[in-house]
T-cell receptor, first 114, second 112 residues
Framework: KQEVTQIPAALSVPEGENLVLNCSFT??????LQWFRQDPGKGLTSLLL?????REQTSGRLNASLDKSSGRSTLYIAASQPGDSATYLC?????????????FGKGTKLTVNP | NAGVTQTPKFQVLKTGQSMTLQCAQD?????MSWYRQDPGMGLRLIHY???????DQGEVPNGYNVSRSTTEDFPLRLLSAAPSQTSVYFC???????????FGSGTRLTVV
């Protein structure tokens, strides 16, 4: 059974710091991995999608990496800003025929202090 | 381009009442799903659809029904609401190709 773990559960940093959020998964048979951002009381906003054949994806100050063999992904946020404060969720789509179930981690709650 | 639209945003039901949560997407996505999000439990898949006329159960389907008569719409029906169904419900869609999921803004449901 695929399980996704995100460490740390919460992180507080001063504005301007570069930071890394971690995501690990137990089964390397994944189709892709997606990072989301969730603001309090809001929906999920997709940040980056990495296909199983890719090593990394970049969007602005965000860079996500994927090491499928070791079951790990990281989300790197450069020059953090107070507006980056949110919960970040990692989700994997298992590579099983007909599977539509995204397996989510429980998230990392990020606070960026001015 | 509205993406995935969910209505209502908030709803309070009495135990035993029924209701339908609406979900519509305008991206011509084949795949649509319903998730519920509960504190400490994360997001769990309720039902999903791989195209019009085709639906299947997810991880926690009991107490919910779905149908998919069009590509755009995927309503979730609560047959007889129970307090255990108090949750935030998210609808999501993705294209048939290698794209990722787009989520709606959610419906916060309270059953008293």
């Amino acid at each position: 059974k695929q399980e996704v773990t995100q460490i740390p559960a919460a992180l507080s940093v001063p504005e301007g710091e570069n930071l890394v959020l971690n995501c690990s998964f137990t089964d390397s048979a994944i189709y892709n991995l997606q990072w989301f951002r969730q603001d309090p009381g809001k929906g999920l906003t997709s940040l980056l999608l990495i296909q199983s054949s890719q090593r990394e994806q970049t969007s602005g100050r965000l860079n996500a990496s994927l090491d499928k063999s070791s079951g790990r992904s990281t989300l790197y946020i450069a020059a953090s800003q107070p507006g980056d404060s949110a919960t970040y969720l990692c989700a994997v789509r298992p590579d099983q025929g007909g599977s539509e179930k995204l397996v989510f981690g429980k998230g990392t709650k990020l606070t960026v202090n001015p | 381009n509205a993406g995935v639209t969910q209505t209502p945003k908030f709803q309070v039901l009495k135990t035993g009442q029924s209701m339908t949560l609406q979900c519509a997407q305008d991206m011509n996505h084949e795949y649509m799903s319903w998730y519920r999000q509960d504190p400490g439990m994360g997001l769990r898949l309720i039902h999903y659809s791989v195209g019009a006329g085709i639906t299947d159960q997810g991880e926690v389907p009991n107490g919910y029904n779905v149908s998919r008569s069009t590509t755009e719409d995927f309503p979730l029906r609560l047959l007889s609401a129970a307090p255990s169904q108090t949750s935030v419900y998210f609808c999501a869609s993705r294209p048939q190709t290698r794209g990722g999921y787009t989520f709606g803004s959610g419906t916060r449901l309270t059953v008293v």
